[in-house]
């Protein structure tokens, strides 16, 4: 069992940044790779970034590319999301999720453990 918290979230003006946290339970932080997705009211979950286990590799969706950094400090259970040149459509419920033995890092059905989300709201 792992549990996921997030936060960091908030209302910002586009352009500006924003860092999401997600501390995670357990003694084998260091053995999942670690996604984030987002949630807009009316569509299903949505993938962001994901990080290997040793935050060597990894993946964005092709919107944040170049803007979202995700890393991850293992000796703090904790993965990060920095955001910057935040967009309007950048707005929505961010998760963290997990799920031991992933292969497929972009399917949200893949993941097992979820956060509560957290909210992000960019504004004109």
């Known amino acids: 069992q792992v549990q996921l918290v997030e936060s960091g979230g908030g209302l910002v003006q586009a352009g500006d940044s924003l860092r999401l946290s997600c501390a995670a339970s357990g003694r084998t932080f260091s053995s999942y790779t670690m996604g984030w997705f987002r949630q807009t009211p009316g569509k299903e979950r949505a993938f962001v970034a994901a990080?290997?286990?040793?935050?060597?590799?990894?993946k964005y969706t092709d919107s944040v590319q170049g803007r979202f950094t995700i890393s991850r400090d293992n000796a703090k259970n904790t993965v990060y999301l920095q955001m910057n040149t935040l967009k309007l459509e950048d707005t929505a419920v961010y998760y963290c999720?997990?799920?031991?033995?992933?292969?497929?890092?972009?399917?949200?059905?893949?993941?097992?453990?979820w956060g509560q989300g957290t909210q992000v709201i960019v504004s004109s």
């Open positions: 990080i290997s286990r040793d935050g060597g590799r990894t």
């Open positions: 999720a997990t799920s031991p033995g992933l292969v497929v890092w972009g399917d949200a059905r893949r993941y097992r453990y």
